[in-house]
Each structure stands twice: as structure tokens, then as C-alpha cells.
């Protein structure tokens, strides 16, 4: 159904616009009085199997959204209903911004991808934090970046002005270093220029956080040299950071691409982490997740949590609720109480 519907009317339009009516049309939905109840109750994780501790808090599965598709906050209530364990908006930046120009979202459907320009196109991190503080229950993160017009002298007070108004909203907060979108952005993931900026950030959610210690990660290109993997690898491990998303879009021309193609070097990356870091680090795999079966072998490869972003895109509303299924039905195949126990699986056997 959804891919005829797909097809017949959101195929037709421009990616970004078809992104923009689909999820107002949800956002519209779940505002319906008992509608975002009825949605949980068909879609949300219930299997006890599927539970996963992370950030502090027990999450109901272990899939989430990435970052990108709810930049300002909009509507993580709506989403999760519709069945993943957590929701990460962003990217948002300390100044509102529009982005890059349109056209800035392209399919390409033969390869199940998506080419993204858009440039941290947000209402900035104020008007998140106030969304955010308003929202309902269920695991919500936030992943910064640097505004554009800020030089980059100016970019670790940039990243803490965001931190310090969002920090007592959300469950966890990641730091976009690698964003082919922004000029400059994919510099900071030098180890040299990274350690201040999250030494920073982190006494940021400190201080706006005092009471609870909000966690704090890093989200890495693809693209990095594995020598650079794991120099980053290193410095999270030194500067007690919580966790490693692992990994952004893959660079191309006009863009950076998301979906099938980035696949192997997502898990290539994910494996080169959990062989560094053990489990010292919340490992969150993000990159060509289209199945259960994808998510699963990430979840052996060493990852406590998955995201998807262009999975959901063409699986449509109801993919969450399908992979989780399936997902539970794998660890009940495989004789285990939870599928913590699936987490690094790979590494542990070949050890």
C-alpha cells in the first residue's frame, strides 16, 4: 500500500517537499485525539526481548531515527509512536539558518539512496530546546553542528551556545563533526581541533545540566582513514564520552549520500570501533540499515543501538514496527532472554 501510494503521489513531488507532506500528514494524524495511543499500541516495541539499556535509560528496541529527518523538533511524539526505541533531531545549530539552496534532497531510487545538500537548514537550537521541553515521554537526542556563518575560530563556542540551551531536554546530545555540508565542518574531526571542542561541549551540558549528567557523543564520516578512526576512537575513550555514532553520509559530488551504497564502509567502520573501544563506549551504527537483517549483523558487529534514516524513507511508516518484529523473532531463534546478548557477538567469537 504504501508503495503505491508512494508512487502515486509522494514519487511525483520533489524529495524535500514529499518529506515535508508526509510528515506533517503524521504530525497532523497523531494530534487527533487517542490517534498517537491507538498508533503506539499497533506499532511501538512491546516484546521485553527487544529491550536495550543505553544512555542511562532503558529503551524498548533498538532501533532509532537518525538525525536528519526532524530537524527542528517537530514531531519526535509522532515518531516514535510509529515504533523506533528512540528519535534523534537535528541537526540543529546555535543560529537559525536556511540551509543551501533547493533543490538540496535527491533520490536515487535504483540504488535505494539519497543525495542530501542540505546545510543544516533549522530554526536553531532555542526554538528546538523550547519544542523539546514540551514533548512527551519516550528517549529524545539532539545532534549539533556548527552554524555556517560562524568562522571556525568561533566554532566550540558555537557548538556550546547549542549544548547549553538543549542539555536539559534531552536524553542524550551528539556532535556533528562530519556533515559534508557545511565548508570546513569534516576539519573538526582532527584530534587536535576535536578534544577542545568536546572538552567544551561537555562542560556545557554540565553546567545547564547540573543535576543529570546528559550524555554526550561524537558522530563520524565514513570517510575517515582508519588511522583517523581510531585516533578518534582514542580520544573519546580519554575524554569519557558515552558513545560513538558510527557513521554519517559518504561525500560525493553535491552532496552526501545515505542508503545501500554506504553499507560496507558503515560496517567496516562499526567493526574497526568496537575492536578499539570494546564496550567501554555506546556504539550506534547508522549507515545502509534497510532489514532486520541489517540491523542484526551491526548488533553482532558490536553496535548497543542502530538508526536508520533513507531506510525509513522508502520502507514507509510502518518499517519500524517490521524491523523490530523481526528483529525480536531473532533473538527468540537464537535461544537468548534479550538481544543485549546478540551485542559484539562477532568480536567475542572471533576472540
Known amino acids: 500500500m504504501y508503495r503505491f501510494l508512494y508512487w502515486l503521489v509522494l514519487g511525483r513531488l520533489p524529495a524535500e517537499a514529499a518529506h515535508r507532506v508526509s510528515f506533517a500528514l503524521l504530525r497532523a494524524l497523531v494530534a487527533v485525539p487517542g490517534m498517537r495511543a491507538l498508533i503506539a499500541r499497533l506499532c511501538a516495541p512491546r516484546d521485553p526481548a527487544l529491550r536495550v539499556r543505553a544512555f542511562g535509560r532503558e529503551l524498548p528496541g533498538p532501533l532509532g531515527l537518525a538525525a536528519g529527518f526532524d530537524k527542528d523538533a517537530l514531531g519526535s511524539d509522532a515518531l516514535l509512536a510509529l515504533g523506533f526505541g528512540f528519535v ?23 540504488e535505494r539512496a539519497l543525495v542530501n545538500r542540505m546545510g543544516f537548514n533549522n530554526e536553531g537550537a532555542v526554538a528546538a530546546a523550547r519544542r523539546l521541553a514540551r514533548r512527551g515521554a519516550g528517549v529524545v537526542g539532539v545532534n549539533i553542528g556548527k552554524t555556517r556563518a560562524v568562522a571556525e575560530d568561533g566554532a566550540i563556542e558555537d557548538y556550546a551556545r547549542s549544548a547549553a540551551a538543549l542539555a536539559p531536554h534531552v536524553d542524550y546530545l551528539v556532535v556533528n563533526v562530519s556533515s559534508p555540508n557545511t565548508p570546513g565542518l569534516r576539519d573538526l574531526q582532527a584530534v587536535d581541533k576535536l578534544r577542545p571542542l568536546l572538552a567544551r561541549v561537555r562542560g556545557a551540558c554540565d553546567v545547564a545540566s547540573p543535576l543529570r549528567r546528559v550524555p554526550l557523543l561524537v558522530k563520524i564520516a565514513p570517510d575517515l582513514a582508519d588511522e583517523d578512526v581510531d585516533a578518534v576512537a582514542d580520544l573519546a575513550v580519554e575524554l569519557g564520552l558515552d558513545g560513538i555514532v558510527a557513521t554519517n553520509t559518504t561525500k560525493v559530488d553535491g552532496g552526501g549520500l545515505s542508503g545501500r551504497p ?17 564496550e567501554r563506549l555506546v556504539l550506534v551504527a547508522v549507515g545502509g540499515i534497510e532489514s532486520a537483517e541489517d540491523a542484526w549483523e551491526r548488533i553482532r558487529a558490536g553496535a548497543t543501538l542502530v538508526q536508520a534514516y533513507t531506510g525509513f524513507v522508502y520502507g514507509g511508516p510502518l518499517w519500524p514496527r517490521r524491523v523490530h518484529r523481526e528483529l525480536a523473532a531473532r533473538v527468540h531463534a537464537e535461544g537468548m532472554a534479550t538481544i543485549g546478548e ?4 562477532e568480536a567475542k567469537r572471533a576472540a
Open 88 to 110: 534523534e533531531v537535528g541537526t540543529v545549530t546555535a543560529q537559525a539558518q536556511p540551509g543551501n539552496a533547493k533543490p538540496r534532497l535527491f533520490r536515487r531510487m535504483a
Open 262 to 278: 554506504l553499507k560496507a564502509r558503515a560496517l567496516a567502520v562499526l567493526r574497526r570501533l568496537r575492536a578499539r573501544v570494546g
Open 342 to 345: 546478540a551485542v559484539g557477538a
